[in-house]
């Protein structure tokens, strides 16, 4: 009797400990627009979020999302006709380091259908948003989030910027 009552008790300080020893991964789930925003906000520097202040002038998004806790049936939904399903498999096909092979999917330019780098972690869905005010980016990043995907990085470019011009601004919104 005794036996039994204290494995319970140890079984239930070892399921209450899961959470210290395996903490959730802050991936999974539905997080909240507002709570996203609030993310990215304290992720950012002074002097990035002065920069989105900027009402005046219009710029075009790019988006990076971690989908690497998405299932394959809500990542199928990102596919749109036309979008690089293939170019993380590409690029980890020229090199076998994962680090390298993410820089340069991060330094590809998408288009509005999207790129993937599938198959290993992180998983990312990178995606070019329509022109808007700079303070509507975070806003708009954090609205295209699903359930088990993250936005983790925003890069902007100037309407109308000469692509020789170091115009477009890079932040980072969460440590990789």
């Not at 990215?40 to 990076?64: K, N």
């Not at 971690?66 to 020229?94: C, H, N, W, Y």
């Not at 991060?106 to 972690?121: I, N, Q, T, Y």
């Given at each position: ?23 959730e ?50 990542v ?22 994962t ?31 329509t ?10 990043g954090c ?34």
């Amino acid at each position: 009797m005794i036996g039994r009552l204290l494995t319970g008790v140890f079984a239930m300080i070892a399921l209450t400990g899961c959470s210290v020893l395996f903490p959730e991964d802050p991936r999974e789930g539905v997080e909240a627009d507002q709570a996203c925003i609030n993310r990215v906000r304290t992720a950012m520097t002074y002097q990035e979020s002065e920069e989105l202040r900027d009402t005046a002038g219009r710029y075009i998004p790019t988006f990076t999302f971690d989908i690497t806790r998405m299932g394959f049936s809500d990542v199928k939904k990102l596919v749109q006709p036309g979008s690089d399903e293939t170019a993380g498999t590409r690029l980890m096909q020229e090199t076998s380091d994962t680090t390298a092979a993410v820089e340069r999917f991060m330094a590809m330019p998408v288009d509005e259908k999207g790129a993937f780098f599938l198959g290993r972690e992180p998983a990312l869905y990178r995606v070019r948003g329509t022109a808007q005010s700079l303070p509507e980016l975070l806003t708009s990043g954090c609205a295209r989030q699903q359930a088990d995907m993250r936005l983790i990085k925003v890069t902007w470019e100037r309407v109308g910027a000469r692509s020789s011009a170091p115009s477009s601004r890079t932040h980072k919104t969460m440590d990789s």
